[in-house]
């Protein structure tokens, strides 16, 4: 029973550490992406393993 209550904690605290680092990030603005967006509709859609049409 101790195992299991000592495998609980240690990923209640790894989760809530991933949540810490997660909150921060974005707080951060390492998700913000303002250009992306706005020029996204110059650029063409290319097709990477297209054939030539013959």
């Known amino acids: 029973m101790s195992a299991l209550i000592l495998l609980l904690s240690v990923s209640l ?14 707080r ?10 706005s020029v996204r509709i110059l650029f063409d859609d290319n097709e990477k ?6």
Do not use: C, H, M, R
């Open 13 to 26: 605290l790894v989760a809530v550490g991933f949540l810490i680092a997660f909150v921060w990030s974005v």
């Open 28 to 37: 951060k603005g390492q998700f913000d992406d303002d250009y992306t967006p």
């Open 49 to 54: 393993n297209s054939s030539p049409q013959s």
